[in-house]
């Protein structure tokens, strides 16, 4: 007995993507903030100081990708003075959010980590005070990524059909449209 995918349709099986979720991105954060406080503190004499370089990477992505969420946002609206957008690279955008929320996540984890067992050995490191800034940048750029990314993958849902639309219509998409000459003949 084969196995039953409820994305299937009549017409075979349907693509689907769901959002990404929140709890997902939790965990990854938690586990990597536990696994990093326990390498800072287990190793932290032998690492180099905190550079500034992942820190900014992080935040001018997260601006990058904010900027993406708010140009293809106006362009699936089709508000005025705006190209229509290309499905591909929707498609595109996609992928890149919820790569980036998962990034986002993992960096925020690990920066936590690192802040918070800064913040608890700032008094008794000199080392501890020096890099503490860079790692709160770090902090700050991670969750800005996440934020970013999970606006970008907001913006690039496919805002329902009109009332009263027709599906005859070019660039009508419904899950009622009717199946085109071709796909009904075989």
Do not use: H
């Amino acid at each position: 007995m084969p196995l039953r995918d409820d994305r299937s349709g009549p017409d075979g099986p349907r693509p689907s993507m769901k959002p990404t979720s929140g709890s997902t991105l939790l965990v990854a954060g938690l586990v990597m903030a536990a696994l990093s406080w326990l390498a800072i503190s287990r190793f932290y004499g032998n690492f180099p100081s905190i550079p500034w370089l992942p820190g900014l990477t992080l935040l001018a992505l997260a601006g990058l990708e904010f900027v993406a969420a708010i140009n293809t946002k106006a362009r699936i609206d089709r508000r005025a003075g705006t190209e229509p957008v290309d499905p591909l690279l929707v498609a595109r955008y996609v992928v890149l959010a919820k790569a980036s929320a998962l990034a986002g996540a993992l960096f925020t984890g690990l920066y936590a980590g690192l802040v918070a067992w800064l913040v608890t050995e700032q008094g008794r490191l000199a080392e501890a005070e020096e890099d503490l800034t860079p790692a709160v940048v770090g902090l700050v750029g991670s969750v800005a990524l996440v934020a970013a990314a999970l606006a970008l993958e907001r913006a690039c849902r496919v805002p329902p059909p009109p009332p009263g639309s027709d599906p005859a219509e070019p660039g009508w998409a419904g899950d009622s449209a009717e199946p085109d000459a071709q796909g009904a003949d075989g």
